[in-house]
């Protein structure tokens, strides 16, 4: 009954920019706490970018820092993440996630976006960064 669907992915060039979207099903975003993350071909899962269902603060991974940007529209239950000056290492599937956990509970965004903790996932929008 919970579902999460990305869209957005492609290729793009070096430089160029993508705005993911994940829509969810089943549940109010706004009472969720929402991660974005990827995984590329040999590697782990990490986590780009999340934001606390409550507080909305944010996290984000070092090296996506001051490019991407995460962000929600409550009306239409969408979670975006805006990606500007990609590089041929933002190459990877773009998951999205939600989990019911927050600062409530004395957890903070950063560490379940490092640990991976959200209960729903999205399959995936594959994104690739080339010329």
């Known amino acids: 009954q919970v579902q999460l669907v990305e869209s957005g992915g492609g290729l793009v060039q070096p430089g160029g920019s993508l705005r993911l979207s994940c829509v969810a099903s089943?549940?109010?975003?706004?009472?969720?706490?929402i991660g974005w993350f990827r995984q590329a071909p040999g590697k782990e899962r990490e986590g780009v970018s999340c934001i606390s269902r409550s507080d909305g603060d944010t996290y984000y991974k070092y090296s996506v820092a001051g490019r991407f940007t995460i962000s929600r529209d409550n009306a239409k239950n969408t979670v975006y993440l805006q990606m500007n000056s990609l590089k041929p290492e933002d190459t990877a599937i773009y998951y999205c996630?939600?989990?019911?956990?927050?600062?409530?509970?004395?957890?903070?965004?950063?560490?379940?976006?490092?640990?991976?903790?959200?209960?729903?996932w999205g399959q995936g929008t594959q994104v690739t960064v080339s010329s």
């Open positions: 996630a939600a989990d019911s956990n927050g600062p409530e509970n004395g957890v903070t965004v950063q560490a379940m976006c490092v640990l991976n903790a959200f209960g729903s």
């Open positions: 089943g549940f109010s975003l706004d009472h969720y706490s």
